[in-house]
Nanobody
Framework: EVQVVESGGGLVQAGGTLRLSCVAS???????????IGWFRQAPGKEREGVSC????????NYVDSVKGRFTISSEIAKNTVYLEMNSLKPEDTAVYYC?????????????????WGQGTRVSVSS
């Protein structure tokens, strides 16, 4: 069983920056670079949306169009952690952000692709 725990959410003004962290863990021998990690978000009254993902084996990344140029996903394998750096935040980025993991070398912005999910961290952007 794999666990993922998000942190770093909060309240920020439009134009501000937040960095979300996703720490993954599992049974002895767990290696983050065996997994793809995705970040998803769900705003009130809206469907869950794939934001960004990383295939940690080869570092390949993907972003939804609305965050390209503003968000950056990265990984720190030694800490079993994936980060989502969010710059130039907009009120429409307000949502609960979830981290998810799957034992695959590549990633997709499709929630059904992932097997393990965190509890989420709330991001609120004021105008």
């Amino acid at each position: 069983e794999v666990q993922v725990v998000e942190s770093g959410g909060g309240l920020v003004q439009a134009g501000g920056t937040l960095r979300l962290s996703c720490v993954a863990s599992g049974a002895p021998g767990f290696r983050l670079d065996d997994y793809a990690i995705g970040w998803f978000r769900q705003a009130p009254g809206k469907e869950r949306e794939g934001v960004s993902c990383i295939g940690t084996m080869d570092g390949s990344t993907n972003y939804v169009d609305s965050v390209k140029g503003r968000f950056t996903i990265s990984s720190e394998i030694a800490k079993n952690t994936v980060y989502l750096e969010m710059n130039s935040l907009k009120p429409e980025d307000t949502a609960v952000y979830y981290c998810a993991a799957v034992l695959k070398p590549w990633c997709r912005l499709d929630g059904t692709f992932y097997d393990y999910w965190g509890q989420g961290t709330r991001v609120s952007v004021s105008s």
